[in-house]
């Protein structure tokens, strides 16, 4: 079955780390994104990309990086320069144009 | 910046009870609008998208209409169940943007 699988599930970073999460996809779709969702704030867009080596930044970009050298792997790296980093992290990817999205699981970070 | 308002934010109704879920943005120009289930600690479910020449859509028990001029979906879920039970997202993409835009969503308990 066709679909996108975020690793790990739950994830901890220590003060001053940079942790990779991992998004993968096999529904062969161009573009892919990152949200964030903290209680009461709803999904806010962090980078997002539309086709292979090229992305760009969302609404909270700051503090996150990621790549895109495979269509069907987009990670996100969050370093260290990102200072509230404890959330709950979506992955999603669509057609471009009308297309609807489809997320995945989700990966829970918390700083310890 | 496209607005997108979901009211009202928490709603618990008695099973067998027919719901509407309203869902408001500020931008008419819209690509499309996509109705999301998520239950707790787990990703995004779709649940309908409508597109921009649309007005409603339906699967089930849910029904998703749709009225651009005035800015206004409203998701019409019949017959509710205690499986019902989640939070519902609306979210809307505007012609020229790529993401997706949220409201904050509506928390829905459904008692036996």
């Known amino acids: 079955d066709g679909g996108i699988t975020q690793s790990p599930k739950y994830l901890f970073r220590k003060e001053g780390q940079n942790v990779t999460l991992s998004c993968e996809q096999n529904?062969?779709?161009?573009?892919m994104y990152w949200y964030r969702q903290d209680p009461g704030q709803g999904l806010r867009l962090i980078y997002y990309?539309?086709?292979?080596?090229?992305?760009q930044k969302g609404d909270i970009a700051e503090g996150y990086s990621v790549s895109r050298e495979k269509k069907e792997s987009f990670p996100l790296t969050v370093t260290s320069a990102q200072k509230n980093p404890t959330a709950f992290y979506l992955c999603?990817?669509?057609?471009?144009?009308?297309?609807?999205?489809?997320f995945g699981s989700g990966t829970r970070l918390t700083v310890v | 910046k496209q607005e997108v308002t979901q009211i009202p934010a928490a709603l618990s109704v008695p099973e067998g009870e027919n719901l509407v879920l309203n869902c408001s943005f500020t931008?008419?120009?819209?690509?499309?609008l996509q109705w999301f289930r998520q239950d707790p600690g787990k990703g995004l479910t779709s649940l309908l998208l409508?597109?921009?020449?649309?007005r409603e859509q339906t699967s089930g028990r849910l029904n998703a209409s749709l009225d651009k001029s005035s800015g206004r979906s409203t998701l019409y879920i019949a017959a509710s169940q205690p499986g019902d039970s989640a939070t519902y997202l609306c979210a809307v993409k505007i012609n020229s943007g790529y993401a997706l835009n949220f409201g904050k969503g509506t928390s829905l308990l459904v008692t036996p």
């Open positions: 409508i597109q921009s020449s649309q």
């Open positions: 931008d008419s120009a819209i690509y499309n």
């Open positions: 999603a990817s669509s057609i471009p144009g009308s297309g609807g999205y489809t």
């Open positions: 529904l062969n779709h161009d573009a």
């Open positions: 990309s539309q086709i292979v080596n090229d992305f």
